[in-house]
């Protein structure tokens, strides 16, 4: 009787530590983040978000390196404040978004090179049906409670991407030389995310 009761013990122990040591899953909310870019055009630079996605992200602050994340991005939302523009943007000369509905990240590894609740994560990113590894610089900015009850906590990510690589090749040379688009994006990404399932 005694050996199973201690065995029935180590069970729960060990089990319950495992529990325990699960990353916990944030669920993106969409009305608190931000998917933006920002590439030059002429002699300034274009800013613009894509307005619907979504995605998960496992993410203990004492364990960074099992985090995971997964995203999708609809191709059809970016959104540059210029609807002719945007327009242009969805055509067969940039995304196509016909063919290529979506873009995606997901990790391929866990936050490395963590400190001071900042860090890198490689993944794989896809773009116009293209798939390229990818290191983001990321940035955890903690974790509380709001004022209705629910636990959110805050990440940023960015990375640099050339839009060639991509198969997003569209240009027009100027008259003084160059070209009228960069070929390198940014990428910033602003997540807030919700404590769930």
């Not at 997964?70 to 242009?88: C, M, P, Y």
């Not at 391929?108 to 490689?122: C, F, I, Q």
């Not at 773009?127 to 983001?136: A, D, S």
């Not at 409670?145 to 959110?152: A, E, H, L, T």
Request: hydrophobic fraction near 40%; proline fraction near 3%.
């Amino acid at each position: 009787m005694r050996r199973s009761v201690t065995i029935s013990c180590i069970f729960l122990l060990v089990f319950g530590l495992a529990a325990t040591a699960q990353a916990e899953n944030w669920k993106i909310d969409g009305s608190h983040t931000t998917v933006g870019f920002s590439i030059s055009h002429l002699f300034t630079s274009v800013q613009g978000r894509f307005d619907r996605f979504d995605g998960t992200i496992e993410f203990d602050p004492q364990k960074p390196e099992a985090a995971v994340v997964r995203a999708t991005v609809e191709a059809a939302s970016i959104n540059t404040n210029n609807e002719k523009r945007d327009e242009h943007l969805r055509s067969g000369d940039f995304f196509d978004v016909e063919k290529y509905p979506a873009l995606s990240f997901e990790s391929t590894s866990g936050v490395t090179e963590m400190k001071d609740n900042r860090g890198k994560l490689a993944g794989n990113l896809t773009i116009h049906g293209v798939t390229k590894p990818v290191v983001f610089d990321v940035v955890y900015r903690g974790q509380g409670q709001d004022p209705w009850g629910n636990v959110r906590a805050g990440f940023a990510a960015s990375v640099n991407v050339n839009r060639k690589d991509y198969g997003l090749t569209w240009n027009k040379v100027l008259e003084t030389g160059g070209v009228l688009v960069g070929e390198e994006v940014e990428i910033r990404i602003d997540v807030e995310g919700i404590l769930g399932d």
